[in-house]
């Protein structure tokens, strides 16, 4: 259940910073996916307590006419994004290490 609900972790320089400064992560979540639902998984998967969360959902864009290969066109999919504050002393390590 939790695996259907964050697909992965969205990792880029601004979320870097915004774990860093905020204490908030970013995952693309399951488009159908409530907030009440994403801060479960979250709780229930890294052991942590959740403050906030954000959502965006972000509109397929249209596959473009110019490069066009085959008679297909289409839109790619929607996506769906949960930003997530946690509490002030709980951590979320996406990579993780074993030594």
């Known amino acids: 259940m939790i695996r259907s609900i964050l697909i992965k972790p969205v990792i880029t320089e601004k979320m870097t910073l915004l774990q860093e ?3 908030q992560y970013s995952f693309e979540v399951d488009i159908k996916a409530t907030k009440v639902d994403i801060k479960n998984a979250v709780q229930t998967k890294f052991n942590v307590k959740v403050d906030s969360i954000r959502t965006v959902v972000s509109k397929g864009k249209r596959k473009s006419q110019f490069t066009k290969r085959g008679r ?3 839109f790619r ?23």
């Open 72 to 74: 297909y066109e289409g």
């Open 21 to 23: 400064q905020k204490n």
């Open 77 to 99: 999919p929607n996506r769906k994004r949960a930003i997530v504050t946690l509490a002030k002393d709980n951590k979320i390590d996406l990579f993780e290490t074993s030594a």
